[in-house]
């Protein structure tokens, strides 16, 4: 039975995929900063202030799964904030690191979460694909530093995978249930001019994609998760209102009030490009939702 090691576990994608991996006769351990008993997986402690992580959790694992992350979503983006997302992912990837290469722990593949903020916080008519450079933003520099940490484990021979991520879509929880809250009293707006892109995903296709990330050994290296369908910010939640049968009508939410509530942070509302999936299609992957309409309708 092959062992999977899932940092970031807790999480809204963490959760959804180590439910599908022991679905799938996997066994699972994840590990956390505080020692819980009775979890409904093995659960293996790690510090990354003192440095420590189990040295069971490395031995025992045959694949790491690198999730954990701050929220980047979650407050407004001071100095302080942007220091704790940049460090909670590159940081903990290289205490990983740092503890598989003391072990002599010959991983059978090490796959990592990424963003599709690697292409910068920005709106245009380009469609991104893998082979794009990071923007030179806060976001761009972030994505390039944690897949820098990422590929420290390729000079070990580990087969190593960076998934770039989009909006994730999941049922009463993370971005999708804030987003519908206003649609479902009936104001829902479009944000700024409404006609940055969103590329999203759906949570099983994500999680699907990561599993593919495991059993395919023809994968390797960087690869965009977000479904096929290229959606502007009015277009998506005009389809929102539509699945959730509300009115959409209210003016578009002025970019100036979004800055005025998140600061730096309100860019990633007011911007976003296409971005390309063809390269994980063209491993073999099949999207179970490749439109929005078909995502929300599960969904919803």
């Not at 040295?55 to 992350?69: F, M, Q, S, V």
């Not at 390309?276 to 099949?286: A, D, E, P, V």
Request: net charge positive; charged share 25%; aromatic share 10%.
């Amino acid at each position: 039975m092959k062992k999977i090691l899932i940092s970031g576990g807790s999480g809204l994608v963490g959760k959804h995929l180590y439910w599908k991996l022991i679905n799938k006769g996997y066994s699972v351990a994840v590990l956390s900063r505080t020692k819980i008993k009775n979890a409904d997986v093995k659960t293996y402690y790690w510090d990354l202030e003192k440095n420590e992580i189990e040295k069971e959790a490395i031995e025992t694992a045959d694949y790491i799964i690198h999730l954990a992350g701050a929220n980047i979503g979650e407050k407004r983006w001071t100095k302080k904030r942007k220091k704790i997302i940049l460090e909670s992912r590159v940081k903990t990837a290289q205490l990983i690191f740092n503890a598989v290469k003391e072990n002599k722990k010959k991983l059978t593949a090490y796959i990592s979460a990424s963003a599709v903020g690697y292409y910068g916080a920005i709106t245009s008519e380009n469609i991104f694909t893998e082979d794009d450079l990071s923007y030179p933003d806060f976001l761009g520099e972030t994505c390039r530093k944690w897949e820098e940490a990422a590929d420290n484990f390729e000079t070990l021979g580990i087969r190593t995978v960076k998934i770039r991520t989009g909006l994730v879509l999941a049922k009463n929880k993370g971005s999708l249930s804030k987003i519908a809250k206003p649609v479902k009293l009936g104001i829902g707006s479009a944000l700024g001019n409404g006609r940055q892109f969103i590329p999203w995903i759906h949570i099983d296709d994500l999680c699907n994609i990561y599993i593919k990330a495991i059993e395919d050994n023809a994968i390797s290296g960087v690869y965009n998760a977000v479904a096929t369908e290229h959606i502007t910010n009015t277009a998506f939640t005009k389809t929102l209102a539509h699945i959730l049968n509300k009115p959409f009508f209210f003016p578009n939410i002025p970019s100036f009030v979004l800055k005025l509530i998140y600061g730096k942070m309100a860019e990633i509302l007011l911007k976003g490009s296409k971005v390309s999936s063809q390269k994980i299609i063209n491993s073999g992957y099949q999207f179970k939702f490749p439109t929005l309409e078909s995502a929300l309708l599960d969904l919803f």
